[in-house]
C-alpha cells in the first residue's frame, strides 16, 4: 500500500519541474489538486547505512513539517503544507508565487542608484521581529540565510520563511545564539557592506523579544569564539 502511493509520488514528480537540485533534497515546481505547489524529495544518500539514512531522512521530514506548523500557529509567515508521503520522504509545500528571495532584494536594491536606503532598514527591522517571535516560540530555523526568506508580493508586502530543513526544537540561548550567528555570516558575506544594517536587525531583534538578553550575550561569545579561532588558524 505505501509503496504504491509512492509509486504515484514518482509518477506526479516525473511530470513536475524540477528547480533546485540539492545535496539532500531536490525541489519541484508542479500543480497539486489545481494549486501551485512546491514539492521537497528528500532523497537516499548511498554512502549512509540505509537504516541510519532511513532514520535521518524521516526526522529531518517530520522537523521540517514540525517546525513549518509550528510557526505558522505563531503567526508567522511559512508555506502552507499541503501534502506529506514519509514513504518518498516528500513535503508538498503552497509555493509562494511571484515572490523574491531577500537575497535577490538585497543584491537589487543595493546595485540601483535610488536611495532605498530605508527601505532596507525596514526590511531588517521586519526580520528581527519575525526571529524573534520565532526564537520566543523555541523554533531554531537552523540554516538562516537570505536565501530562505521570500518576500511576497501583493497588497502588503509579508515575509515568508523557509527551507526548515535543519531546524529544531530548543528554549537554549546558545541555539538561538548559534541561528544568529549563522545568519550574521551568511548575512555578511552575501551582502558586502552591510554591518550597519545588520545591526539594525539585531537591534530590532532585541526590542521584539521577551528572551533577547540572553540570547545576545551568547551571540557575542559564540562571536568571540570565532574571532579566537581564526587568529589561531
Ligand atoms: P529550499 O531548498 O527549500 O531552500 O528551496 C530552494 C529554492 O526553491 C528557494 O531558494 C526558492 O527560490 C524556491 N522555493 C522553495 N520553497 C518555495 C516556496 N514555498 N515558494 C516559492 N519558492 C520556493
Do not use: W
Request: hydrophobic share 35%; glycine share 6%; aromatic share 6%.
Amino acid at each position: 500500500m505505501a509503496q504504491e502511493k509512492s509509486m504515484a509520488v514518482s509518477e506526479f514528480l516525473s511530470k513536475a519541474e524540477l528547480i533546485k537540485q540539492g545535496a539532500e533534497a531536490r525541489v519541484y515546481r508542479a500543480e497539486f489538486l489545481g494549486k501551485p505547489t512546491i514539492v521537497k524529495e528528500r532523497f537516499t544518500k548511498r554512502y549512509r547505512h540505509p537504516t541510519l539514512d532511513e532514520k535521518l531522512t524521516h526526522r529531518r521530514t517530520v522537523q521540517e513539517v514540525r517546525s513549518i506548523l509550528r510557526c505558522r500557529r505563531a503567526g508567522i509567515s511559512a508555506p502552507v503544507v499541503y501534502f506529506v508521503d514519509y514513504t518518498s520522504h516528500c513535503i508538498f509545500l503552497e509555493e509562494i508565487v511571484g515572490s523574491s528571495t531577500v537575497r535577490d532584494h538585497i543584491a537589487s536594491v543595493q546595485q540601483s542608484d535610488s536611495c532605498k536606503e530605508p527601505e532596507l532598514e525596514q526590511l531588517a527591522e521586519r526580520v528581527g521581529q519575525i526571529l524573534a517571535k520565532m526564537h520566543d516560540d523555541d523554533v531554531i530555523h537552523g540554516d538562516l540565510t537570505t536565501s530562505n526568506m521570500l518576500l511576497r508580493r501583493g497588497g502588503e508586502s509579508d515575509l515568508v520563511l523557509i527551507d526548515f530543513g535543519l531546524s529544531y526544537i530548543s528554549a537554549l540561548p546558545e541555539d538561538k545564539g548559534v541561528d544568529l550567528y549563522v545568519l550574521e555570516k551568511a548575512f555578511l558575506s552575501t551582502h558586502p557592506n552591510t554591518e550597519a544594517l545588520f545591526e539594525k536587525l539585531l537591534k530590532s531583534y532585541t526590542a521584539s523579544s521577551k528572551r533577547s538578553p540572553a540570547v545576545i550575550k551568547k551571540l557575542d561569545e559564540i562571536r568571540l569564539r570565532g574571532r579566537k579561532r581564526s587568529m589561531v588558524g
